[in-house]
C-alpha cells in the first residue's frame, strides 16, 4: 500500500491509472496465451479494487473481440471508487450492462471449456462471506473449467487460513502485482494455486527496495551475494572443523549422512561422535571423516572432544536416554561454539525448557513439524504458527527453520522463505543433511543466519537436480548429497528466460 501511494505522488498519477495498468497487465498475458482464441470468458467482479481490476480487464477483452461475460458480485452495498468509476466505463461500451449476481438462482451456466476470471476478493476480503458467496466459489470450482485469480484467489485472506476450505478459489493460474504475497508459500493457502505470475505494475522500484520488508523472498539472486569463494592459498584448516554429535544403536545411518553433507558442503575437516556399535560403520563409509568413540555401546554418553570445533550439530539419531541427557546438559553449560540443533537435540530441549537459556546466540534449530510443535506448542493455523515461532527467536535469540515445501527462516520478526526444493526430498535422512550442510557451512565462516538460508537454498537446489534423475519416488537423502556440487555450480548458470 504504501508503494502504491508513492508510486502515485512520485510518478504524478491517480489511483485509478494504477488500477487501469493492474487491468491491462493481466489482459495482456492473457491475451499472449489465448492468441485471439474465441474462448468464452466469464469475470466475476467483486465491489472493491480487485473488482475494479477486474473491470479494467473485462474492458480491454471486450475492445479486442473476446466474447465476454461480466458479472457484478453483489453481495454488499458499499463499493470502492475504483469499482465505481471501472463499472461506469464498462457500462459505456457493452450491451446488456455487467449482470447482476445477488443470489444462487443468478449463478450463470459455465462451460469447462470455458474460462472464469476470478476478481472477486483479492486479499480485501476481511469478514465472513455469505453463505451464497460461497456457494459461487464452489460452483465456479465444480465446473472445471480454467479458473484465473487476480491478485489472490478469492477466499483467501492475508493474515489467517480460510475458514472453509471448499469456499476458495482453486485457481490454475493466479496472476498477481509486483511481488509475491506470504499466502503463496504456507501450506494451507499455497494448495489453491497451480502456477503463479508476478506482474509488473510500474510501482517504484526503489521505494520498494528501502522499505523495512520483514519478509524476503530467497532465490538465487539473494544468496549469490552470501556466497564466500575458496582461497587459492587456502587448506583444510581455512575451512574449520564441523563437530556432528549423534547416533544410537539403530540410527548410526544419521550421522553418515550429516558427516557426509558437511564434508561435501566445504567443511575442512569433520569429525564425529558417536556410540561404539557406530564404529566401523563410520570408518568404513566415510574414510574422509575422523571418529572420537564414545565409551557406552548403544547410545552417547560423553559430549566432550579434546580439539574446538568451528561448528557442532547434534541431535541426529540421538536418543534420549537419560545418560545421553545428562551429559547434553553438562555440554551446554560449557559449550560457547556455534551450535546446530536437530531432531533428539530438540526433544530433549522441548522436555526441559531451562535449557534454552544455556544455548549460545543465534544456535540454530531445525525441527520438523512434529519436534516444532513440541518445542512452541500447538497452532490454529500457519499464521499463528509463525507468530509463535516469531517469539521463540525473538525471546531465545535463535534462528529457527521451520521445514516444508517452502522452508522459512525465521530469525526474530524476519522471515526468509526459501524457493527451490521438491516433494521428492519429502524422505527419510533429508532433514540430516540439512542440519550437516548447515554446520558445514557455519563451519567455513559463514554467520549462523547466512548458513542456514543458504544451506537451506543448496540442500533445496541439490534436490531439484537430484529430482531429473531419480524422480519424486526414488529420491533419497544419499543422492541429495551426491548433488551438493553441482548445486554450487548451478549458483552460476543464467536461468532460463520464459517465452
Request: with cysteine.
Amino acid at each position: 500500500m504504501q508503494a502504491n501511494q508513492y508510486t502515485i505522488q512520485n510518478q504524478n498519477i491517480t489511483f485509478l491509472d494504477l488500477m487501469e495498468r493492474a487491468g491491462k497487465a493481466v489482459f495482456q498475458l492473457i491475451d499472449q496465451r489465448l492468441n485471439g482464441n474465441p474462448v468464452p470468458i466469464h469475470v466475476f467482479c467483486g465491489l472493491g479494487n480487485n473488482g475494479g481490476d477486474g473491470l479494467v480487464l473485462a474492458r480491454y477483452l471486450v475492445e479486442h473481440g473476446y466474447i465476454v461475460h461480466t458479472y457484478i458480485v453483489n453481495f454488499s452495498s458499499n463499493r470502492s471508487e475504483g469499482f465505481m468509476q471501472n463499472f461506469n466505463r464498462l457500462k459505456e461500451i457493452v450491451t446488456p450492462w455487467p449482470y447482476q449476481i445477488k443470489g444462487i438462482e443468478d449463478f450463470p451456466k459455465i462451460a469447462s471449456s470455458e474460462i472464469v476470471i476470478d476478481a472477486i476478493f483479492g486479499l480485501g476480503l476481511n469478514r465472513s462471506m455469505e453463505s451464497w458467496v460461497k456457494k459461487l466459489i464452489q460452483y465456479i470450482n465444480a465446473s472445471q473449467c480454467y479458473k484465473i485469480s487476480i491478485d489472490v484467489p478469492s477466499g483467501i485472506k492475508a493474515d489467517e487460513a480460510p475458514e472453509t476450505k471448499d469456499a476458495v478459489i482453486y485457481a490454475n493460474s493466479c496472476l498477481t502485482f509486483q511481488s509475491p504475497k506470504l499466502v503463496f508459500f504456507l501450506p494451507e493457502t499455497a494448495g489453491y494455486i497451480q502456477d503463479l505470475e508476478i506482474l509488473d505494475v510500474g510501482l517504484d522500484q526503489k521505494f520498494i527496495q528501502q522499505l523495512p520488508l520483514n519478509i524476503s523472498l530467497i532465490g538465487k539472486q539473494e544468496v549469490l551475494p552470501v556466497y564466500i569463494p575458496r582461497d587459492k592459498f587456502g587448506h583444510k584448516g581455512t575451512y574449520g572443523h564441523s563437530l556432528i554429535i549423534g547416533g544410537s544403536k539403530g540410527k548410526i545411518g544419521s550421522v553418515v549422512l550429516a558427516a557426509k553433507a558437511s564434508m561435501r558442503i566445504g567443511s575442512g575437516l569433520t569429525t564425529v561422535v558417536i556410540p561404539q556399535c557406530g564404529y566401523e560403520v563410520l570408518q568404513s563409509t566415510l574414510p574422509e571423516v575422523m571418529v572420537c568413540e564414545n565409551d557406552s555401546d548403544n547410545y552417547i554418553i560423553d559430549f566432550e572432544v579434546n580439539f574446538i570445533p568451528s561448528a557442532i550439530g547434534i541431535g541426529v539419531g540421538l536418543g534420549k536416554k537419560s545418560k545421553t541427557i545428562a551429559s547434553f546438559k553438562k555440554f551446554l553449560k560449557v559449550n560457547k561454539m556455534p551450535l546446530v540443533l536437530d531432531a533428539d537435540a530438540i526433544n530433549i530441549i522441548s522436555e526441559n525448557n531451562d535449557l534454552l537459556e544455556l544455548l549460545p546466540e543465534s544456535t540454530v534449530l531445525t525441527p520438523h513439524p512434529k519436534e516444532l510443535e513440541r518445542l512452541i506448542g500447538s497452532w490454529k493455523d500457519d499464521f499463528e504458527k509463525l507468530d509463535k515461532v516469531k517469539d521463540f527467536s525473538n525471546k531465545y535469540k535463535c534462528i529457527v527453520l521451520i521445514k516444508g515445501a517452502h522452508s522459512i527462516t525465521v530469525i526474530g520478526n524476519q522471515l526468509y522463505v526459501n524457493t527451490t526444493g521438491n516433494p521428492g526430498m519429502a524422505t527419510a535422512g533429508s532433514g540430516d543433511v540439512l542440519t550437516g550442510i548447515i554446520t558445514g557451512l557455519i563451519s567455513q565462516g559463514y554467520t549462523p543466519k547466512n548458513a542456514t538460508i543458504f544451506g537451506v537454498y543448496l540442500h533445496g537446489t541439490a534436490g531439484d537436480l537430484a529430482l531429473r534423475e531419480f524422480g519424486y519416488q526414488a529420491l533419497m537423502a544419499s543422492d541429495i548429497i551426491k548433488y551438493i556440487g553441482k548445486a554450487y555450480m548451478d549458483l552460476f548458470v543464467e536461468p532460463e528466460k520464459k517465452g
